[in-house]
């Protein structure tokens, strides 16, 4: 079996031998007493990972690295150092190290750190090899907000490439992908891309109310129905000239998908209760996360509505397949927290061979926990999943339901009826779990966590009062 390529730069000779004496006979070893001559040779082979002391010689360590970055970002780098603090580590390797080592190296700590280099390589290297180009991350600018959807994988790469040109055209796209992938992104990024004047306009055909369903689709005139105490546009009427995005298309009744397909060909309805038709100009995104295929042939989709929707069919890759975007993904969400935060190599190798089920959100929220129990570390040592000691109780929270933060909405609106499906005694809970996931968001800033749920900070206040919530708990996380 071929030993992994390592390159060495020491410039103490003594310290050189040693390494070779100790490292030769477990790696293909390369020492160099300059960081010159190592670059130099990067023409004729390609290391797995670099380990460089800080002060050598002409270019020192660290701009080494960074130049060795600008051309080769998957290399990883180990630093040595005489110079041990925190914030040298967190300094160094927010540059870019891979670890950091303070000298004098013992030869074990190195062996420990050379490996674990070489296992995130071995999952980056999974994946065919990509240009620096497609390490950036795409920026898409939503109602004055940057967003992003963080990728180096060929296959998503080819995904947005797809959506891209799908914005151009009048026609139904259909979003696949599995929970927590990225689809309402994606269909944000191609309602931005098309240039259309109108609003992008969201409908999830599973949080709603199959009864209230259509009448949140139509909209309804005053009078028409029992609890129609006023008119109610309806998310078609939103979306004219703009853009509806249908989440969780699978999920609507067979009935409604009749009237969407009618939709589809003649681009007319009526409101429930209404004589006067309303014509619409607008784009149709659906998404689901299940089969639709299957779901036709089980007969609980309508094959006519499937071929309709699916003129422009876009799968978004779960983050099981394109483990090359998690750490990225993950430094992005944690910069969002603290900018001065940074992921150990323990950390980064945990988070590289979990399977994410629950995908980007999961990851979003596993980042969000591993910070709020990290002891307000600036080096975020381990992560904490769902299943290993994230105890609610722990950290005060209280709820004796098997529920996650990642199945809650965003908005109060939309957790009201969320919540309106559950039975009575849950629902105290329920909303105690919403308000803590908010403040865990907001590291326990009211105003903050009202403006993101869409709600007076008062009320907020006083939902927090009647739950017996102790911010403080939430404060500094």
Known sequence: MKKPLIYIIEDE??????????????????LFCEAESAYGNLENDRPSVIATDVRLPGMNGIDFMQKVHSKYPEIPFIIFTGYGSIDNAVETMKKGAFDYLVKPIK???????INRALSYVDVLHSKPEISKEELLPL???????????????AATLQTLNVARKAAGFKTPILIVGETGTGKELISRFIHAQSGRKGQFVKMNCASIPKDILEAELFGFKKGSFTSANRDYEGKLALSDRGTLFLDEIGEMPPDLQAKLLHILEIPEYYPIGSNAKK??????????NRNLRTMVDEGLFRRDLYYRIAVIPIRIPPLRERKCDIIPIAEYFLKEIDPSLI???KAKLKLMEYNWPG??????????????????????????????????????????????????????????????KKVKEEKQSLEKIFVEKLLIKTGGN??????????????????????GIDVSIFKGK
């Open 343 to 345: 992921l150990s190599p």
């Open 139 to 153: 920026k898409i600018e939503i109602d004055g907000s940057e967003m992003r959807f963080i990728t180096r994988d």
């Open 279 to 288: 014509r619409i100009d607008l784009n149709i995104i659906a998404a689901t």
């Open 107 to 113: 030869i074990q700590n190195l062996i420990q750190s």
């Open 13 to 30: 000779r003594k310290m050189r031998d040693i390494l070779r004496i100790n490292l030769e006979s477990l790696y293909d070893l390369k």
């Open 359 to 420: 995908n980007v959100r999961e990851l979003k929220n596993v980042i969000e926990r591993s910070v709020l129990l990290s002891d307000k570390n600036k080096i975020i040592e381990d992560i904490i999943f769902d299943d290993e000691g994230y105890n609610l109780e722990t950290v005060g929270f209280s709820s004796t339901l098997d529920i996650s933060y990642e199945e809650l909405p965003e908005t109060w609106v939309e957790f009201k009826t969320y919540k309106s």
């Open 446 to 467: 009211i105003s903050a966590a009202a403006k993101e749920a869409g709600i007076d900070r008062r009320q907020l206040q006083d939902m927090i009062k009647e739950l």
